[in-house]
């Protein structure tokens, strides 16, 4: 009974093998790009940013059709078009920075529904907001391993220089040039892992599998390295069991990944190890020292 | 030879002046006090020194020092302490230049690291998450990571600020002794008892140099009203500013 549950759906049925696999890909990039947009209090900027590169890749997606590689190159170009126009304009006009990327995500992202209502059609449109992960296929799914893969290389490349930038700004430009290069290098791997979660989740949801997992991680540990284990297993927790959830129910997958990484979200929330409320409400006796 | 020599050196945001003007040098192996109000420009110049900010006129020079021979303590305020670091790692990023982007940290570099944490008196402390110290404690941290980067010149940005008697007097002793190692030491200070009593040389700054020479004969009563005068004017309207070269110290 639990086996037909919980295992049955994934040895019986390819594309849920594939939506697995794809999932814990995901989880495995998203995860600490998640942890490091949130302690860098870019959380916002992710999910603007996931509406910004919607004009992109839904041009490479109108061109080429699920082809993850033509709406990762759009995408990136969309991304940092508007990251760019909204720098500009802050720093021309004096408006600040969020305010004018507000401005530049929300021109894009109409763009990009105008671009795909147009040309596409209504499924299109449902398919670039929402995704469907069980519909991938395995091409898509070379893509999205590859894509993590590359995430997790460059991660590793620009670790040191991003933790410090991100603690210590001022320091890292005395004693290295990397943290601009690492800055950017960060914002082009949110961008390739948002295009990632295109297919599984969709464009609004994208950033769900990167953000609350690092939320969830943070109740949880005070050491960086611990937090981005624990929002890795957090995701891919979350993926398998919004998959299973979605099987069982009919829910559609990437609402329910994201409803499960939530229910996560709210336990941590209550019953985390670092300020949990139920923690601060019982934290027990004093400690000598 | 001098360890940093200014030449008409003007330092602001904007096009807008926070010193300028500066000329001058600093002797390798001086204990230089930069003192002056709030606003008066004195991190801004060390800002300058460390190569964080470009002159806007003028230039300075580091008399053959590699950049990365420099050391510099920021003011607390610029350091986020709410990230998951602890005080090991924080300051094993003292290790910079001998690490870089992949250098592994070895045993020879965590003995350092630990050692480096045990002279500024925070033994125990190296699991602990910055966020958890209390204010002389990230200090005495802070203290720790420039002792580990093992630098020529050294630029401490108020490091002394809301830290109690006791703190202070064990810092002031590590900068006394890089002092007499030979190393070059710049601080912006509020203290003047401490200038007075621990610093040979003093740089007054008001926007400009007010005065820079052995303390005893700069920390008059005449000079420091002169830059209590300062004027914090920021005027957008401003002309461009047509002063020549102003030397405010013999090279």
Known sequence: MLYDALIGPFTEFEFMRRALAAVIALALAGAPIGVFLMLRRMSLVGDAMAHAILPGAAIGFLLSGLNLFAMTAGGLIAGFAVAILAGVVARSTGLKEDASLATFYLASLALGVTIVSIKGTNIDLLHVLFGNILAMDDQTLLVVAFNATVTLLVLAVIYRPLVIESVDPLFLRTVSRAGGPAHLAFLALVVINLVNGFQALGTLLAVGLMILPAGIARFWSRDLTAMICIAVIAAAVSGYAGLVLSFQTRVPSGPAVILVATVLYIVSVLFGRVGGIVRQLFPGRHLEA | ?251
Request: charged share 20%; hydrophobic share 45%.
């Open chain 2, 1 to 251: 030879m001098a360890a940093l020599h200014f030449h008409n050196v003007t330092l602001g945001y904007d096009r807008h002046p926070a010193v300028h003007h500066l000329n001058g040098e600093v002797a390798r192996g001086a204990l230089v006090a930069v003192i002056g109000p709030n606003g008066a420009g004195k991190s801004t110049l060390l800002r300058g020194i460390v190569g964080i900010l470009k002159p806007l006129d003028g230039s300075i020079h580091l008399g053959g020092l590699d950049a990365r021979d420099i050391a510099y303590l920021p003011q607390s305020a610029e350091i986020d302490r709410s990230f998951p670091i602890s005080v090991f790692d924080f300051v094993g990023t003292g290790l910079w230049r001998d690490a870089g982007l992949f250098g592994g940290i070895g045993r020879a570099a965590r003995k350092k690291i630990l050692r480096a944490i045990a002279s500024v008196g925070l033994n125990g402390f190296e699991n602990r998450p910055i966020g958890t110290l209390s204010g002389g404690q990230m200090q005495r941290v802070l203290f720790a990571r420039v002792l580990l980067q093992d630098a020529s010149l050294i630029v401490l940005d108020e490091p002394f600020n809301a830290i109690d008697a006791k703190t202070t007097a064990d810092l002031l002793a590590l900068v006394k002794q890089w002092h007499g190692e030979g190393r070059t030491v710049l601080a912006a200070l509020h203290d003047m008892e401490m200038v007075r009593n621990h610093f040979s040389e003093t740089l007054v700054l008001a926007r400009g140099p007010v005065a820079w020479g052995p303390t005893a004969d700069v920390l008059t009563p005449e000079n420091l009203l002169v830059a209590m005068r300062m004027c914090e004017a920021f005027d957008d309207s401003a002309a461009a500013c047509a002063a020549d070269d102003a030397p405010s110290r013999a090279a």
